[in-house]
């Protein structure tokens, strides 16, 4: 089992920061990918970006450019940072780790960007 705990996120105005960071623990060996995936209300969880542990990075069109996800294979953690934030980009975020094909996720955090 992996067991993933997220930190961060919060409020922000439009245009500003914020990031945030998962870290697992369990059975953390040969996790494969790490990555980020968001659901606003009433719509579908979707990916936000992922990484493999080879460090290959891959992102939504909606994110490019302004995320950044990187992965600390030894301290087992991944993180997120947002910049220019704008509304749509208001969800509860999850963390997930995927292992030999199990799916891993975190409770979720919320971010809430104002305009």
């Known amino acids: 089992q992996v067991h993933l705990v997220e930190s961060g996120g919060g409020l922000a105005q439009a245009g500003e920061s914020l990031s945030l960071s998962c870290v697992a623990s369990?059975?953390?060996?040969?996790?494969?990918?790490m990555g980020w995936y968001r659901q606003a209300p009433g719509r579908q969880r979707e990916l936000v970006a992922v990484v493999s542990e080879r460090g290959g990075a891959d992102y939504a069109d909606s994110v490019k450019g302004r995320f950044t996800i990187s992965r600390d294979n030894a301290k087992n953690k991944v993180e997120l940072q947002m910049k220019s934030l704008k509304p749509e980009d208001s969800a509860v975020y999850y963390c997930n780790a995927e292992r030999y094909g199990e799916y891993y996720w975190g409770q979720g955090t919320q971010v809430t960007v104002s305009s």
């Open positions: 369990g059975t953390t060996w040969n996790i494969n990918f």
